[in-house]
């Protein structure tokens, strides 16, 4: 709702994977992050610090109606990377963290709490997403819930046989060579324990006994793999080809797979399915003017914005509203019909303590040498 190999078969070293294996050493990368400033963005300086494909005007269209174009940008590939450079003195103005990295955010200073009264849409976004742990901080308010979605298992109806969804699947020896997994070290810790059935509410903070057990379940599943995928696209391409049959994923890449008639489905394994949300941020000291900082908020709050997100991306939005307008076909194929539902049946990403970040860091690269 964030690494040293990106991919089995490559072998190379995503940005994602050194910006977490340099902060588990107590160190930083003080590169400043990709520009975007569209042709003609509006001159209220705002700088909105995001994932890519999260900055463009589809997503805000009451922000380009009223300004004329689309805000600043700079993109990060995961919120460690982030942190890590706003510590580092990088200056915006809203930023797109996930609730489990809110706590961290919150300690480093790099937040403040902001004015939902200046929201207009505050009122219309789900109550389960507006209380998430780290939302609501001290009684203040230091997020605003956006995109949600789940993770778990996408797989090819047509090419795996399976009688119960488990994440033992992305274990198994039938399909050595044709499984792909997230190259997020926390991910990888948190899925195996669920394989061996460990408790959910035990793998946000597993013990060095557990560890154990765990380390040898990763190590198994990284000789079975394809790669490990930092790319969605990557991963969408390789699932349409077959090359690869089941994997981690996001709801985005089983929309993807639709689209292209390719029999897949989207698993509820038995052990739980993950769900996260990622929101807005105001940060500490926000570059230029502030009311158009709201804006731009209030603006990704509105039911269009949501329209287009669950439409486009597969991803649930955080507006009510947005699920009354968007296609019942596209909500029905996402498994979305029921929202509640899920916030309350779904495994919620948790924000790891310093400590087991870097023990799940420290896990998941001793298996890479391996």
């Not at 709702?1 to 003080?30: C, H, N, P, W, Y």
């Not at 044709?178 to 669920?194: I, Q, R, Y």
């Not at 993807?256 to 052990?271: D, R």
Request: charged letters at 20%; hydrophobic letters at 40%; aromatic letters at 12%.
């Amino acid at each position: 709702m964030s690494d040293f190999v990106k991919r089995l078969r490559g072998g190379e070293i995503s940005r994602r994977q050194l910006t977490k294996g340099l902060a588990a050493a107590g160190l930083g990368m003080v590169t400043l992050p990709l520009w975007r400033r569209p042709a003609a963005a509006s001159e209220n300086n705002i700088i909105y610090y995001t994932w890519e494909g999260y900055e463009i005007p589809e997503l805000h269209p009451a922000y380009v109606a009223k300004h004329g174009a689309s805000p600043q940008n700079a993109i990060f590939a995961g919120e460690e990377e982030a942190l890590q450079k706003l510590r580092a003195g990088f200056e915006a103005t809203v930023g797109h963290p996930c609730t489990y990295s809110l706590f961290r955010w919150r300690e480093a200073g790099v937040i403040q709490p902001l004015d939902p009264t200046r929201l207009k849409n505050y009122g219309d976004l789900y109550e389960g997403l507006r209380t998430l742990p780290g939302a609501i901080q001290d009684g203040q308010t230091y997020f605003v819930p956006f995109d949600w979605g789940n993770s778990s298992i996408i797989y090819r109806t047509d090419m795996v046989d399976i009688t119960e969804e488990s994440w033992t699947l992305l274990y198994d020896e039938r399909y050595a060579g044709k499984l792909a997994m997230s190259s997020d070290p926390e991910t990888n810790c948190e899925v195996a324990a669920l394989a061996l059935g460990i408790p959910a509410s035990e793998i946000w903070t597993l013990s060095d006994e557990q560890l154990v057990p765990v380390k040898e379940m990763m190590l198994k599943q990284k000789r079975l793999l394809r790669f490990y995928w930092d790319s969605q696209t990557a991963l969408d391409q390789a699932m349409a080809a077959g090359e690869v049959v089941a994997a981690y994923s996001w709801n985005s890449s089983l929309l993807t797979l639709q689209k292209q008639g390719i029999p897949a489905v989207f698993a509820n394994p038995k052990e739980g399915i993950f769900t996260w949300c990622c929101g807005l941020a105001m940060f500490t000291n926000p570059v230029g003017d502030l009311d158009a900082a709201y804006e731009l908020i209030d603006a990704m709050m509105e039911p269009e914005a949501g329209k287009y997100l669950i439409e486009t991306y597969g991803y649930g939005h955080s507006n009510k509203k947005s699920f009354e307008i968007a296609d019942p076909v596209a909500i029905e194929g996402l498994g979305m019909q029921d929202p509640d539902e899920l916030f309350t049946s779904g495994i919620f990403f948790q924000p790891l303590e310093e400590e087991y970040g870097t023990k799940y860091a420290e896990a998941f690269n001793d298996i890479q040498v391996q």
